[in-house]
């Protein structure tokens, strides 16, 4: 009975961890690129709508269908913008990793204590801290469940010989795949391991650095990254450095040293001597032709990999994965110094158990702080976007500005526009709010969402507006005592048109249809103004709605003209779907506070008693 309550204890203690330490992480709310996927569906109408939602890949180069669309949809039509559920998932995900880690770990060092401590130095991890409070960032915690039971199942095909276990392997690897693009480094930790370790099974890894192949070189023709600046990948020099800089932060809290309970010299003590200890166990082990350490040292660079040639996107949340292979060589390192080099050597015993205790001392209180700095940031996001909803119900048919936003709250909700899963559209900041909220040009242009003086006094004094401030607490209503800045030295304004803002009306055409259901019809031909763009290399973007109507004769060609220059047209093909094109805009339309943009339908459809000629019905304008 003791020897059955101490493996029940093995299994039930790192999940319990995980919770003690990442509890505000369950709490948290939705956060920055989460309201992206929970916009999505809004944007599905149909079957049609549904598969190029899932499948289409985003402009960084990015095709997640699992881990993000699939997720997001799922929850979002069960539990709309309740973000428990969502939380739950994840962290069942990660118990089911921490055991499929401990098994795996346990099976190639033969030692059940080396996957225990593997599974404990993993979830005290301080970088685990992001993937347990951030919902969008669920792609990690799946991609290291497929590629955790792939391996478990590429150790059983080893153990036993039983081909279904490969078969099953596969079945884990592919599905990888839809869940991160990491997951392409499968095929060599399963081999690098065949080939130190269990040789005669090393060619039936091939085909998996085949498939892998493969499926690199369609990522690459499908899913290119297009100009995403932090997104593009660097082969050269500054790889070395950037190694080095994950590989400290592995170990130290750089960026979070405030919440660690070390001073930095202690902290840089405790990352040299554990890179001192690893290796020195590594290259002991190599010397009596025991590969395996050296294996899972290398497993580490493996799954570090695909982020390393990002220079310009070094984070820590990259090394969720890479630092679950560390704990698995620490693990190992730790069973056998207690086991084995204890007995010949007690220094290694007491060494070992000693850098063991100050790395979980360290780590542990970091990642639990950061875990509550992720739920307070969502606390705020979440009374913010709660609030706005409450005013919309308040006014539904008045546009809502927003005072008093600071960096925290644009850039961590409102640059991802997170109204618009729960069908606001028409939400802006009061003008001059830039002067509060740090620039970041490289993400996004933040007088993009700021209304201009002149249209806020307009709509103020047509009662087409209310104001609220933003603050500690709820939103406070202060239209009656708002005064906006004069007019002169507002910005030209957003260059967006959305057709559900009943401010936009000024800037369209004579001949649009009357706003409905959130979309405008337009006849066969009409126009809106806009500012244009402020930089060289923007585009247009334009998102219509073709009724299946108009297809019965074909597919409906839409031309666009941009102050009297006619771009290349496009070709609507898909009925009864929101369909977005972009468009090269003309280089003289550079910096001019305002360009006149024509849009013309090959034909035009009735639609039963509707007596009006029908063309698109559309629904936004943006230059970006």
Known sequence: MPRKLLTAAGWTIPPLLCLALYWPGLLAWFQQDDFVWLNLRNQVHDWHGLLRMLFQPTVQGTWRPLSERVLFLSFGALFGSDALPYRIWVFLTMFANLALLQSVTARITRSRAAGFWAAIFWVANSKLATVMSWTCEYILVACGFFLLLALHFFLRYTETGERRYYWWTWAAFLTGFLAMETNIVFPALAGSYALFCRRKYFRRTLPFFAASAAYGMLHLWLAPNHGTIPYTMHFDRAIPATLWTYWRRVFEPIGLRRLSPFPAAVTAALMLGSTIALLAFTIQQARRKHWLAAVLLGWYFIMLGPVVPLRDHITDYYLTLPAMCLPMLAGYALAWAWREGGQAKPAWRIASVALAGLYLIEQAPVGRQHAEWYRERGEAQQKLVEGVARAHELHPDQVILLDGIGSDLFWGAIQQRPFQFLGISDVYL???????????????????????????????????????????????????????????????????????????????????????????????????????????????????????????????????????????????????????????????????????????????????????????AFGVFEIK
């Open 430 to 616: 009061t003008p001059g709010s830039e002067a509060n909220i740090a620039p970041h040009p490289e993400i996004d242009d933040v007088s993009k969402f700021v209304l201009p003086a002149e249209r806020t006094l307009r709509g103020l004094d047509a009662n087409q507006i209310v104001v609220y401030r933003a603050g500690s607490g709820p939103l406070r209503n202060i239209t009656q005592e708002y005064e906006p800045p004069a007019a002169a030295t507002s910005p030209a304004g957003p260059p967006r048109i959305d057709m559900r803002d009943p401010l936009v009306a000024d800037r369209l055409g004579a001949s649009w249809y009357p706003l409905e259901a959130g979309y405008r019809w337009m006849p066969r031909t009409a126009s809106v103004r806009m500012p244009g763009p402020r930089a060289a290399g923007q585009k247009l973007y334009v998102t219509a709605l073709c009724p299946a109507l108009q297809l019965a004769k074909g597919p409906l060609r839409m031309t666009v003209t941009v102050d009297g220059i006619r771009l290349p047209p496009v070709w609507f093909t898909k009925g009864d779907a929101e369909s977005t094109f972009d468009f090269a805009l003309p280089p003289e339309t550079t910096g001019k506070s305002e360009i006149e943009i024509t849009v013309e339908v090959s034909r035009t459809v009735r639609a039963g008693a509707d007596v009006r000629d029908l063309g698109l």
